[in-house]
């Protein structure tokens, strides 16, 4: 069946992703010839809506690509817009606000080209993993990166055993904690090691970290101090803690403490800028299964809640013993939100 036709000319500068915090299909379309657009795609009536592209770019080309991240942004790789001279231009949409933010330069000093991919995954959710592909020159890429989303940096991983380039279109994959790509590229061509067929699987040396995730919250939102308890079945390292808001908002969490006799940890909002969904505890901490711990978490704007007074997740039991609301109302089922997770990735061929 076919379905309704982008607004703008499609070109080798195209990348598409699905984004669940709206529903949305978000798309980039064009070349460095006939420029680029972005715009949104509603699976519901069949629609797209041109939205505002980078006031700092004109256009896209061979390895644009797009990663949502779980939350308000999409991060978007530009691509080999200008042929011969190298680009690394890396940048972030944010979605309730429809404005873009420029980020530290994929550090790839060949430039971005064909076969260029972003990938981002629940599993590592601080890190955007990326292939730089070819260079601008149009020769073998053999980059591996990944990005700290929260620290505005990126690492050079270990290098490709087969490289990628020639041939645009993503290259990236997960499944089965485990990261996949394919080379794409000519066969039977000296320089490209792998014959252009080769296929390989990345192994992590860690396995994926263990998160305590309530998952999304629902409706009618308000914010105020959550108190509670945490009981988690398995063992688990926290630094960072993530608050699920409520579509178009700034739904945050302000101050977050968790303790009982043996811990006590403080985190605490550092406004609106950076990551500010995620707030860092003074120091990395380490829940133990069937231990109990006390929560106090005070949120603002518009947080999603849980209207539950005990909700079991995957990883253990969040309770609520109160919830006072931004009107002083008091509730006794309101569990915030949220995840608890920590992250250090490292990995082999």
């Known amino acids: 069946m076919r379905l309704a036709d982008t607004l703008h000319a499609q070109g080798a500068g195209d990348a598409i992703m699905w984004s669940d915090y709206d529903g949305y299909i978000y798309a980039i379309a064009g070349n460095k010839d ?3 657009v972005i715009a949104c795609y509603n699976v519901s009536n069949d629609s797209w809506n041109e939205l505002p592209f980078n006031p700092n770019w004109t256009s896209t080309d061979d390895g644009a690509s797009l990663a949502w991240t779980g939350g308000e942004y999409i991060y978007a790789l530009r691509g080999e817009w200008e042929e011969k001279n190298p680009n690394q231009d890396f940048t972030c ?9 420029d980020l530290s330069s994929i550090p790839k000093s060949e430039g971005v080209g064909d076969g260029a991919s972003l990938l981002w995954v629940r599993e ?64 039977n061509e000296s320089k490209w090691k792998g014959d252009g067929t080769a296929f390989f699987m990345f192994e992590f040396e860690s396995s994926p970290p263990s998160i305590f995730d309530t998952d999304p919250g629902t409706y009618p939102s308000i914010f105020g101090t959550h108190n509670g308890t945490i ?24 101050y977050a403490r968790i303790w ?5 940890e403080i985190a605490r909002w550092d406004g609106y800028k950076g990551d500010w969904h995620n707030i860092s505890f003074n120091e990395t901490f380490t829940l133990l299964p069937n231990k109990t711990y006390n929560y106090t978490i005070k949120t603002g704007s518009y947080p999603q809640i849980h209207h539950t007074p005990a909700l079991p997740t995957a990883n253990g039991w969040i309770n609520c013993t109160e919830f006072r609301d931004a009107n002083g109302k008091i ?19």
């Open 124 to 187: 590592y959710p601080a890190y955007i993993f990326a292939l730089g592909g070819g260079s601008c020159l149009e020769e073998p890429g053999y980059n591996f990166y990944q990005y700290n989303i929260s620290g505005n940096d990126w690492e050079q991983l270990e290098s490709l055993p087969c490289p990628v380039g020639n041939y645009v279109g993503n290259r990236l994959g997960f499944a089965n904690e485990h990261i996949y790509y394919w080379q794409g590229t000519p066969k």
């Open 93 to 101: 949409y944010h979605i309730p606000t429809k404005t873009w933010r």
């Open 34 to 36: 006939r420029k680029s």
């Open 260 to 264: 009982n006799s043996t811990l006590d």
């Open 331 to 349: 509730y006794y089922g309101g569990i915030p939100a949220i995840k608890l997770y920590f992250f250090l990735m490292v990995y082999k061929v």
């Open 231 to 254: 009981t988690p079945n398995q063992t688990m390292n926290v630094s960072k803690l993530y608050t699920y808001p409520c579509v178009g908002t700034g739904g945050h969490t302000e």
